[in-house]
């Protein structure tokens, strides 16, 4: 194979090919205003590049454009340069390492640069290593180091020696043999320079040697360990500045640790280490190096090779780390470099946070913040095998977290903390909260929770925006045997004081949304009876005529629409009496839609319907069901809207019209839910439409209005028209063998869309949507329908042009292509 290669290389018009392209090298092309193809500069010049990767003469023009650039120019230069570096080593070395060097000396005060330049170096280091190439070893990266060596010894702390060691530590990153050469060339000085009188000089020795241990954190390919001869000195040095709290001494020593393959420290060694770490935790008052402490001491717990010592240390700092949040950080940092580890720290710091939470221990409640926020999945989990333990044995009780924050003072200088446990904790804790709970334990949640909402004051306000969540997570799975009577009956009483939570303005969103989910979980979960739910929804519809304060009316018409939705919703799903409880939610909310008194109403109404198609569980007919009773009032009111359409006398628009966006909204929720079958066929014996007619439509119609000049409340007209569009993505997209109940409105869906999809009034989401329903069509529809339509597809996307927003117009020229290949295969 290897000889076929070389065969087929040896016989490449390089010099040919070359001279084609290399007159275009550096690519000057802007592209124009408008340009409707799209190319840019940086694809001509990536397309350039790899043409000319194959061709030796590339590394030297490349190289002089370099060394005669400036700015930014240089820079495009380095990229270029890396990019055939990639194929292999060409050209002198000597003319190469004075090209790098001479952009190190430019770019050392350039972040952008200096990065550029440093992948550049590794990708040479490791071409060597691999090839073990003597000229370009001893030419490149024994000189280089030698160039750098005093730049970098003379004023360890300047910026120039900085970024010098940084390259000294790319070099570094090539392999064993590229490290070695590094060691051996600047070691023994910066170890040497860590233990003097001149404290800055030795934290930015010790800075640098950090880096350079961490370069050769690779994989090695010589033994013994490069860094093995400089290691004892090394931690030495290390040791001295942690233990007069520099951070550079801990950090550094984190790299010295963590050198492959095997430890270059001792056991014993490591120890001592750890141990320092954790005293100067506990009594250190700076909280930066503390931070680099508890970094160190949890990456050093999480290598195995370190197993022995995790084991030894375990107990103390389980025991400090309800004290110690840098403790109890680093064991989280520890849990999550290592699995083994996890099994071990993570179940005694749960274990350990829960005891101190139930003995109502300083610090717990921080303690238990911190680690969900920052233990991970891993730990979350462990949080919930605990909970499936023994009950008289366990040491997780989700009652006493709750308990526990909620006893936070409501003092205003406590404000803060409250404020970062609902907005930052809460949502960990939620995670903790979805386990399947014994109904022992979830009674007494539930007690605690109707004790906490009998008293409306301040203090029990606030507890709510705790409590509340978590308590509705903890009914994720809630599911009422008939051998739990109380908890069922508990449950239920809940049912009014939930619901008045969540019609309240007066509580945050948050709360109100908790209320409502828990209200969901409760219909779904116990045998509540209908007579009772049916009290509650009349008590709700009630209230749908109510006036709010001042001007929010909208948002308390909105706030109740959405919590008869989901109450209903969730009874239908259980069918039964349920699904007859259902069936009047749908008929309020129909009513509401084609009938509200103004549009903003209408179309609270048709985002209801919406919200209650949105239920999950049940059988697969529920949803039918619903359909059955609104969408026949639905296709006609949308029918006699359209046949509203038109100006009166004066040139004034009619708003008959106005009375159907309502129902364009709740038609394109229906055509997201049902099956394509079922939406493909007419749905009522008054209109000869159905939800796809209607739905083209309407989107017609909003056009029409939007451009006549009405004034659409609070974003109406994007609902409608998002609405609409997002059902025709999934008509388009899941058809499946229904295929042709979609094919068969081919004529009309067509123009719509493309009108939709360049119209520039339009939002760039809704011209998008249009532009991917019909990428859907291509994909899935038959040819022989969309041959009809081809000729409009590519009249009407070749006006592109003028669109003035760059992402439809390269979205349009992608349709286009997808289009112009169909009609080629057939």
């Known amino acids: 194979m290897e000889s076929n290669l070389k065969k087929v290389t040896s016989n490449y018009p390089s010099s040919i090919v070359f001279d084609c392209v290399g007159v275009y090298y550096p690519v000057t092309f802007e592209p124009p205003p408008g340009d409707v193809i799209g190319v840019t500069n940086v694809q001509l010049r990536s397309e350039l590049m790899n043409v000319m990767k194959g061709c030796d003469e590339s590394w030297g023009v490349v190289v002089e454009r370099i060394e005669e650039g400036e700015g930014e120019e240089k820079v495009k230069g380095v990229e270029d340069l890396r990019g055939l570096v990639g194929e292999g080593l060409r050209g002198e070395v000597e003319e190469f390492r004075e090209c790098v060097l001479n952009c190190y000396d430019v770019f050392f005060r350039e972040t952008e640069g200096l990065e550029i330049l440093e992948d550049l170096i590794v990708t040479v280091a490791k071409i060597i290593e691999r090839t073990d190439d003597r000229k370009w070893r001893i030419g ?57 009188e001149d404290v800055k000089r030795g934290k930015a020795c010790a800075g640098g040697l950090g880096l350079i ?14 860094v093995a ?34 430890s270059v420290i001792s056991l014993p060694q490591v120890l001592e280490y750890t141990n320092v770490l954790i ?9 930066d190096f503390k931070r680099a402490c508890g970094f160190c001491l949890g990456s050093v717990l999480g290598l195995k090779m370190y197993s022995s010592i995790t084991s030894e240390l375990l107990p103390s700092l389980i025991v400090k780390s309800l004290t110690s949040t840098y403790i109890l950080k680093a064991l989280c940092k520890a849990s999550k470099e290592s699995r083994a580890v996890t099994g071990v720290v993570g179940v005694e710091v749960v274990k350990r946070v829960c005891e101190g939470l139930r003995e109502g221990k300083e610090g717990g409640v921080d303690a238990l913040l911190f680690l969900v926020e920052e233990g991970g999945d891993n730990v979350i989990n462990l949080f919930n095998e605990t909970n499936e333990e ?68 301040p203090l029990n306000r606030k507890r709510l925006n705790i409590a509340l969540p978590l308590f509705t997570a903890s009914l994720n799975t809630l599911e009422v045997g008939e051998g739990e009577p109380i908890l069922n009956d508990k449950l239920i009483e809940l049912v009014k004081p939930l619901c008045k939570i969540s019609r309240s303005l007066s509580y945050s969103l948050e709360v109100r949304t908790s209320a409502s989910e828990g209200l969901m979980r409760i219909v779904k979960g116990t045998s509540i009876e209908a007579e009772f739910l049916k009290e509650v929804v009349v008590e709700v519809v009630l209230g749908l005529g109510e006036k709010g304060r001042g001007g929010d009316w909208v948002e308390k018409l909105g706030n109740d629409v959405r919590l008869l939705a989901r109450i209903g919703g969730s009874a239908a799903c259980k069918g039964g009496e349920g699904g007859v409880v259902g069936d009047e939610v749908v008929k309020t909310l129909t009513s509401l839609t084609c009938e509200g008194e103004n549009l903003k109403s209408r179309v609270i109404g048709g985002e209801g319907l919406g919200e209650f198609m949105r239920s999950e569980g049940g059988g697969p007919f ?49 055509a997201q839910s049902l099956p394509v079958k079922v939406v493909s ?17 309407g989107l017609v119609l909003a056009e029409k209005r939007k451009g006549m000049g009405e004034v659409w409340e609070d974003g109406a007209w994007e609902v409608v028209v998002n609405s609409a569009m997002v059902s025709f993505q999934r008509l388009t997209r899941e058809v499946g063998e229904d295929i042709e109940g979609v094919e068969n409105y081919y004529g009309t869906l067509f123009p719509t869309l493309l009108h939709f999809s360049l119209r520039h009034s339009f939002s760039t989401s809704a011209n998008i949507l249009a532009l991917d329903c019909l990428k859907n069509i291509a994909e899935n529809g ?34 286009r292509n997808i289009f112009i290949l169909l009609d080629r295969k057939n």
Not at 279 to 287: I, R, T, Y
Not at 421 to 448: A, G, H, W
Not at 648 to 661: A, I, M, P, T, Y
Request: hydrophobic letters at 40%; a negative charge; proline letters at 4%.
């Open 229 to 262: 001869p400089y290691a004892e000195s090394a931690y030495t040095a290390f040791l001295n500045l942690t233990t007069d709290s520099h951070v550079e001494g801990v950090i550094s020593m984190l790299s010295l640790l963590c050198s492959p393959p095997e």
């Open 140 to 196: 490149f990266i024994e000189q280089t180091v030698k160039y750098l060596k005093g730049t970098v010894l003379e004023n360890p702390e300047s910026l120039n020696a900085r970024s010098g060691i940084r390259l000294l530590a790319c070099l570094a990153r090539g392999g064993g043999t590229c490290l070695s050469i590094v060691m051996d060339g600047v070691a023994s000085e910066l170890i040497e320079m860590c233990g003097g």
């Open 390 to 457: 023994n009950e008289e044995n366990s040491h997780l009780n989700l009652l006493e977290i709750v308990k526990s924050l909620c006893k936070i003072n409501p003092s205003p200088e406590k404000e803060t903390l409250r404020n970062q446990i609902c907005l930052s904790s809460i949502p960990n804790l939620i995670k903790v909260f979805k386990t399947v709970m014994k109904p022992s334990k979830l009674l007494d949640e539930v007690e605690y929770f109707e004790s906490v909402i009998k008293e409306d004051d």
């Open 782 to 815: 038959t040819f022989a329908k969309i041959k009809k339509n081809i000729i409009l597809v590519f009249h009407r996307l070749g006006l592109v042009l003028n669109h003035p927003r760059r992402e439809v117009r390269m979205k349009a020229v992608e349709i």
């Open 681 to 697: 066929k007419n749905n009522s014996r008054s209109t000869s439409l159905n939800l796809i007619q209607c739905l083209m439509a």
């Open 213 to 226: 241990f961490e370069g050769g954190k690779g994989e090695l390919i010589i033994s013994p360990n490069p």
């Open 622 to 670: 529920w949803r039918q069901r619903a359909a059955s009773i609104a969408l026949p009032k639905i296709l006609e009111n949308i029918e006699a809207g359209m046949a509203g359409e038109g100006g009166g006398e004066g040139g004034e628009v009619k708003s008959d019209h106005e009375k159907c966006f309502g129902s364009i909204i709740a038609a394109g929720h229906f």
């Open 279 to 287: 005293s100067m935790m506990e009594e250190d008052e700076g909280d």
